[in-house]
């Protein structure tokens, strides 16, 4: 696939995104996409599944976090949890976590990072009182899911955040778990720094004809 290099030179109103997150995404100092975020938007935006390689520091969280806020502002629905982050850390789960709230800062979406080590009953309360996105780690999320806690049944969206890390990890399982309980019909994002043959076989389980990308790490500083 050929970069559009035009769209790197294009504001991020030329995108198509709400003024909202373009609001937010000037008020954190940036005007122009990276590489990875002029490619993965739009194709995000469609509403088809990519895959994406990248590494991390090119602006791949804004490039997945973006379209599914669009997604949100412009059909609302409350009470469920539409979309879902599976990360390999507690670290990357906070700062996704972290990125979103900086998005929606305009928005009322709300959003909660699950992860192990701390105690489950705040995340519980969290996930019962209804939010828009999870950001979680898989093993903490199995843990919800096998109480009762989290609801995935209505799910749009889900990502996979640097799955090679996932692989290496050992999560391929739990992932595949999570999997079968959320709707088939759905859009899948897959965000990796390489793709070993384990995660080429899982994309091909999980996604419809996706949209590939490939960039390097070499960007300028992301949102």
């Known amino acids: 696939k050929t970069t559009d290099y035009k769209r790197m030179d294009m504001p991020f109103e030329g995108l198509g995104l709400h003024p909202h997150l373009v609001k937010a995404i000037r008020d954190l100092g940036y005007t122009r996409p990276t590489p990875i975020q002029a490619e993965a938007i739009p194709a995000a935006l469609s509403g088809k599944d990519l895959i994406g390689g990248a590494q991390t520091g090119t602006g791949k969280t804004a490039a997945f976090l973006l379209p599914v806020l669009q997604r949100m502002i412009l059909s609302p ?5 539409r979309a879902l982050a599976l990360t390999p850390t507690r670290e990357l789960a906070v700062q996704v976590a972290d990125h979103l709230s900086e998005l929606a800062k305009q928005t009322p979406i ?4 699950i992860y192990g080590g701390v105690p489950m009953g705040p995340q519980t309360k969290a996930l019962r009182s209804g939010v828009d996105m999870v950001i979680a780690t898989p093993g903490r ?7 009762g806690s989290a609801k995935l049944d209505q799910l749009e969206v889900l990502i996979l955040d640097e799955a090679d890390r996932m692989l290496d990890m050992g999560f391929l399982p739990d992932i595949r778990t999570i999997v079968k309980s959320i709707p088939k ?3 899948t994002m897959l ?3 390489t793709l070993p043959h384990e995660i080429v076989k ?3 389980e999980m996604m419809r004809d996706p949209i590939r990308i490939k960039f390097g790490g070499d960007e300028k500083t992301p949102v």
Not at 110 to 113: G, P, Q, V
Not at 141 to 147: F, N
Request: charged share 30%; net charge positive; no cysteine.
């Open 141 to 147: 999320l199995l843990d919800h899911l096998r109480r």
């Open 191 to 193: 965000f990796s720094a």
């Open 110 to 113: 709300r959003s909660i990072a």
């Open 77 to 81: 629905s409350k009470g469920r949890t």
């Open 185 to 187: 019909q759905r859009q």
């Open 202 to 204: 899982l994309s091909q």
